[in-house]
């Protein structure tokens, strides 16, 4: 492990004020999950690291509450706090779906939901679920705060909006109303300790068995973490039916090629998201019949 | 180097080191406490687990200037002198102990679920030891031997 200063400041303006310092090599550190292993492995995206900054006592960006309508869940949350959190059970049970298959215990009880994210792997487990939920990230430096869409922040594998001087301290997530009902579903290649090779997050409204809207959002079988804009667009107005499932999940398909391209593992990924999101929407809406 | 400050099995410490190294080898290297084993070393083994203020975390993956302030309890502190906690004689009673090297994580993430949850449910046990792989396997023995420990701990 390389010899690397340690910062822990006590609050965000302390923080904004240690980032501002760009002479320095500084990168953020929270539940260590990623940048821990990263040191360790030598990853090119913390060499030459001389500063870490460690964000688990600023006590801003750790609560959970209500603000301004939205649920407001501050970026240093660990999966353990969201998990236990009664305004994420209440109001947004397929985040707290996928927290719930991070992991393990012990990651759960140091990772955070914004260093989910923040580095923009494929595989974040958190992403799909909060794609569905329309979450916008609240964004400050010393001199600025911002707030986008989650979608918009993250640009490409490993690449996001993120500055260098800039810390996200924020995830806001409007409340979605009582009558969306939706699912979560992950595969990997065992229960625990997996990292996610098809991660699935469904959001739905139907009006009588019509579909009102939809939400789709898959991981680790994209690039990145994404929606499906055109397939929402084409599943909107139409009736919940097995038949309309399944061309429902075909299409997904489509969609995913036209994102990743034709992959080596294409010819048995694919069939598997499709067979897989058919069954989540029929469990969904078995649910509720 | 740092002067780091710390609760070490109910001991106030200060202590001189690097800052990043890992919690892992500050407590084999410096302290001499080797129960807290080394296996993967990138979080998904559990072998490193120790309790970090009442929680179960890997030690693999915390930096030592990381646990200033904090409460850090290791296997050693587990046992009441030389009489063994109820989980730890029933690891033996319930042959939950092959290899042996799993066994200290194993324990201590049991520890932790009890204190938090003194009648878990198998699934419950289940999700709390999913982070403690035992490559001898023995996991049927590990959740039988934590299951009578909750019953015995409960019922005193």
Known sequence: MPSIEILIPKSLNEALGILSDQNKVLKIIAGGTDVVTGLKQESNRFINTEVLVDVNHIAEIKEIERRNGKI????????SEIFKDQIVSNELP?????????????????????????????CADTVPALLIYNATIEIESINSKREIPLQEFLQAPYKTQLKKDEIVTRINIPVPPKTFIGDFYKLGRRQAV??????????????????????????????????????????????VNDNFFKALASKIGEEIIKLTGLRWSSEYKLPAVQQMFYQTLNRMTKRIK | MINLEFILNGKQITVETEPSIRLLD???????LTGTKEGCGIGECGAC?????????????????????????????????????????????????QCGFCSPAMVLSAYALLEENPNPTKEEIKDAIAGNL???????????????????LTTR
């Open chain 2, 49 to 97: 687990t120790v309790l970090m203020n009442g929680k179960a975390v890997n030690s693999c993956l915390i930096l030592a200037a990381q646990i200033e302030g904090s409460e850090i309890v290791t296997i050693e502190e587990i046992a009441n002198g030389n009489e063994l906690h109820p989980l730890q004689k029933n690891f033996l009673k319930y042959g939950a102990v």
């Open chain 2, 26 to 32: 500050l407590l084999r290297d410096k302290f001499n």
């Open chain 1, 72 to 79: 407001s869940i501050g970026a240093a949350s660990t999966f």
């Open chain 1, 94 to 122: 397929i985040l707290k779906k996928a927290v719930a298959t991070i992991g393990n215990l012990q990651i759960r009880n140091r990772a955070t939901i914004a260093g989910n994210f923040v580095n923009n792997a494929p």
């Open chain 1, 194 to 239: 997996a990292i996610s090779r098809i991660t699935l997050a469904v959001l739905m409204e139907l009006n009588e068995n019509k579909i009102n809207e939809i939400r789709i959002a898959a991981g680790a079988v994209t690039p990145i973490g994404t929606r499906f804009p055109e397939l929402e667009k084409f599943a909107k107005g139409n009736e």
């Open chain 2, 134 to 152: 035992c490559r001898c396997t023995g996991y049927k023995q590990i959740i039988e031997a934590i299951s009578e420990s909750a019953k015995e």
